[in-house]
């Protein structure tokens, strides 16, 4: 069973750091692109950041570019969000997400192309 398993959420506050840990078991998750995603109620789930299958090439949104760390851990099978100098925008129920196909560019991929997707952890940063 293919499964995705976020872990770290928390409140902080303006400024702050946070690490957010996604777990990954059953396929080959090793072999797929895997990002983080955002959501706040009302809107869009947004792109935050991926990294490729082979830990190469991350890329990032524009509004947390400098800012959060996208890295991943093929033995461990875990995919690691570092968030600094959060900001209260930041809040949202982040969620891992693998690709559907492996061996994809962490490049321009869009909502459509990921496949798997965890239950979210919820980040709140207050001012």
């Known amino acids: 069973q293919d499964q995705l398993v976020e872990s770290g959420g928390g409140m902080v506050q303006a400024g702050d750091s946070l690490r957010l840990s996604c777990s990954a078991s059953?396929?080959?998750?090793?072999?797929?692109?895997m990002g983080w995603f955002r959501q706040t109620p009302g809107k869009e789930r947004e792109f935050v950041a991926a990294?490729?299958?082979?830990?190469?090439?991350?890329a990032y949104a524009d509004s947390v570019k400098d800012r959060f760390i996208i890295s991943r851990d093929n033995i461990k099978n875990t995919i690691d969000l570092q968030m600094s100098s959060l900001k209260p925008e930041d809040t949202a129920a982040y969620y891992c997400?693998?690709?559907?196909?492996?061996?994809?560019?962490?490049?321009?991929?869009?909502?459509?192309?990921?496949?798997?997707w965890g239950q979210g952890t919820q980040v709140t940063v207050s001012s």
């Open positions: 990294i490729r299958w082979d830990g190469n090439s991350p």
């Open positions: 059953g396929r080959a998750f090793a072999m797929y692109t």
């Open positions: 997400a693998a690709a559907n196909r492996p061996f994809t560019s962490a490049q321009f991929m869009g909502l459509q192309e990921y496949a798997y």
